[in-house]
């Protein structure tokens, strides 16, 4: 019962968010730039692979926010124009997350739209590093202590690669990380997965990894109170919201 409470209290709040972002779609074939969601401008999205979704993602998700497709489906939108949607759909999965979890309420990635997850995604790009979970903890939190978001998950759910690069540390036991892994990506972006089940790391430093290859496994190792991923992405060194960078 607690369960379905949740999960209609994270539908309310996509609805609630769908609607003014609705509106913002409804205007942005006659746009050529500017904000697509409440105060979050596509500048403070990262953009380099929204395109890789094509109209129907962008739709799909749309009509579940509360967003009518029809009238998607009836516009002829230029590559910019698909961009600024794209942005304006990843702004505001990131706002439902935010406010679910600021809420008490765990954000459950079976809430995100099927085509945000699984293989067909990791083959395009950036991918979820696990297929099951919730997020229960979110970027910037505990004080704006808090690098990373936090999965919970099953101890022992697969935890892979969210993009193509290559192994930089695998280690038993990194700092507060416990059991951790670091990808080295494309311009000075590194992801970081911590708290794996002891043994369970499946690459070693120098290994190439694609989207979607296993790292590990959910554990709860190093500072942790539970089994979940911790993962972070960075950039140049510092610590960003991996929420902008995932589909």
């Not at 596509?42 to 509360?66: E, F, H, I, P």
């Not at 695998?170 to 970081?192: F, K, L, N, P």
């Not at 296993?214 to 510092?238: I, K, M, P, Y």
């Amino acid at each position: 019962m607690r369960t379905e409470r949740r999960r209609a209290a994270r539908r309310r709040t996509l609805l609630r968010l769908g609607a003014d972002v609705g509106i913002a779609m409804t205007v942005a074939a006659a746009l050529t730039s500017g904000v697509l969601t409440a105060g979050v401008a596509t500048s403070d999205v990262a953009t380099s692979g929204d395109l890789r979704a094509g109209s129907s993602d962008v739709q799909s998700y749309a009509a579940g926010a509360g967003f009518s497709s029809a009238a998607l489906s009836t516009q002829t939108y230029s590559a910019s124009t698909m961009a600024e949607i794209a942005a304006a759909q990843r702004a505001l999965r990131i706002a439902a997350i935010r406010a679910a979890v600021a809420a008490g309420e765990p954000f459950g990635l079976e809430d995100l739209p099927a085509a945000q997850t699984g293989p067909a995604v990791a083959a395009l790009g950036w991918a979820w590093p696990v297929a099951s979970g919730w997020i229960s903890d979110t970027f910037g939190t505990r004080g704006g202590a808090h690098a990373g978001i936090d999965i919970a998950a099953a101890e022992g759910t697969p935890v892979t690669a969210a993009a193509p690069g290559i192994v930089v540390l695998s280690e038993e036991s990194y700092q507060g990380y416990g059991v951790a892994i670091m990808i080295e990506h494309a311009d000075g972006v590194r992801t970081v997965y911590g708290h794996l089940v002891a043994g369970s790391r499946a690459v070693e430093p120098g290994d190439w990894v694609e989207a979607g290859d296993r790292l590990g496994d959910v554990g709860n190792t190093g500072r942790s109170f539970g089994a979940h991923l911790h993962f972070e992405v960075r950039v140049d060194g510092a610590a960003v919201d991996p929420l902008t960078y995932l589909p």
